[in-house]
């Protein structure tokens, strides 16, 4: 049997590099399989979102940064996270459920849910100022989902599909909405316009802190093994980019200004390699 042919051994590497970054295969972890049992049916909406790996990691640091402006949320990943020796993990681990609960068959998934909503039932302890807080707190809940949400499908507009139908942006909320009820957020939006709405209503719950700065530091500058150099500082820039100017005032950031447009290209390039190599076109 002939080897590959060169451009096919570069994109088997790229793609192994890439799952090496998503998966712990050094502990024999395996990318999650796609199910025709899953919650979600292929070709979906929220499948197609969350399929795309570069919207999906930008989506996912614009999306953590916003919920560390929230007290609570961030309350909860000082006193019961290592983040500042093991930010790759974590962050590994919530593309990990991610992956499953919209991927997965959807046993894998109620269970992934589960835990989740066991570790988050210990998750408890006091803000700075007294009040007490719990990771189970339905409005906390809602913000770490509009977020993740809204930033996933921001990005995969604007890599993706711009002209995405407006239909399918709110089915995707609407698909995304059986997972954060399921993890006991609340409210939470089924469609672009409810979104936008609880965005707005939640402006008045977050506060800045020195303690969010350092967080969004570390996630902007900490590199993921595996990742190639340059990676880690063009989706840091591309996600930077995209917050709401009010969260980048509130985290100290500079928006990123002439460099913004290298670094929406570059992520672009970088997206539609991957999905060529994923054979995703």
């Known amino acids: 049997m002939s080897s590959p042919d060169p451009i096919e051994r570069f994109r088997l590497k790229l793609v192994e590099q890439v799952r090496g970054v998503f998966n712990d295969t050094a502990g024999g972890q395996q990318p999650v399989p796609p199910s025709d049992e899953a919650l979600f049916k292929r070709n979906s909406p929220i499948r197609m979102v969350h399929a795309d790996i570069v919207g999906m990691m930008v989506g996912g640091i614009r999306a953590l940064l916003l919920q560390m402006l929230h007290p609570a949320a961030i309350q909860g990943v ?19 459920f991610i992956a499953v609960t919209t991927f997965g068959h959807r046993d894998e998934a109620q269970s992934a849910i589960e835990r989740v909503n066991r570790i988050h039932a210990r998750v408890t302890g006091t803000l700075p100022d007294g009040t007490p807080y719990s990771a189970t707190t339905p409005r906390t809940l809602a913000w770490v989902h509009v977020t993740e949400a809204s930033s996933f499908l921001a990005a995969y507009k604007r890599h993706v599909r711009p002209d995405m139908p407006g239909h399918e942006q709110d089915e995707y909320f609407r698909q995304f909405a059986l997972i954060a009820r399921a993890l ?23 506060r800045t802190s020195p303690e969010a700065r350092e967080v969004a530091r570390l996630v902007l500058t900490q590199r993921a093994s595996g990742t190639p150099p340059g990676l880690q500082a063009m989706l840091a820039a591309e996600a930077v980019e995209m917050l709401p100017p009010f969260a980048r005032t509130m985290l100290g950031l500079t928006r990123p200004g002439i460099a913004a447009l290298p670094a929406r290209a570059a992520t672009w390039g970088v997206g539609k390699t991957l999905r060529w190599a994923f054979k995703q076109n």
């Open 78 to 96: 000082l006193d019961h996270s290592n983040f500042r020796e093991d930010m790759h993990g974590r962050l590994r681990r919530t593309a990990r």
């Open 184 to 206: 006991g957020a609340d409210p939470v939006p089924t469609n672009r316009n409810e979104a936008e709405e609880l965005f707005r209503d939640m402006r008045s719950d977050l």
